[in-house]
């Protein structure tokens, strides 16, 4: 598969990609689904709100998951991706738009890899949240 992006024009510092997606409840009960993580704090607006939450939240790894799907879209290739590590640091709730971003952190033509701080946001009554943070992707261009 043909990258999208050439290592020759990337340089660190610039932003990478951006990619949206609003959360929907049929989303989240399909990753339960797909992944078998079937607890209620995902499933049970009861639940959920038992435990302090106004209604059910989106896995962590749902949230991940539109990361790397971002990282993949951009370099244009998912065999591309070597390695992603994310940290999960806040709730996503329904109907949030989450938006995953990306910069390059470095550029290494020696070995066509590059390495990019990745991150997943959401605007929560005017203040940005970040429920994926401190994260990093590395990805091998051809």
Do not use: C
Not at 82 to 91: L, S, Y
């Amino acid at each position: 598969m043909e990258p999208k992006v050439r290592i020759e024009d990337l340089q660190a510092g610039e932003e990478a990609f951006s990619l949206s997606k609003v959360v929907k409840r049929e989303e989240v009960k399909a990753y339960a689904d797909a992944s078998g993580d079937q607890n209620p704090l995902h499933q049970d607006d009861n639940f959920a709100r038992s435990v302090g939450f106004p209604g059910i939240i989106a896995h962590g790894m749902f949230s991940m998951a539109l990361v790397a799907k971002a990282v993949t879209d951009w370099v244009g290739d998912p065999g591309a991706l070597k390695r992603i590590r994310v940290q999960f640091r806040a709730p996503v709730f329904m109907a949030e738009a989450l938006v995953a971003r990306g910069r390059v952190d470095q550029v290494d033509p020696s070995s066509r890899r590059v390495t990019l701080s990745v991150w997943a946001e959401v605007d929560r009554a005017g203040e940005r949240q970040l429920p994926v943070k401190n994260s990093r992707a590395e990805v091998e261009l051809s």
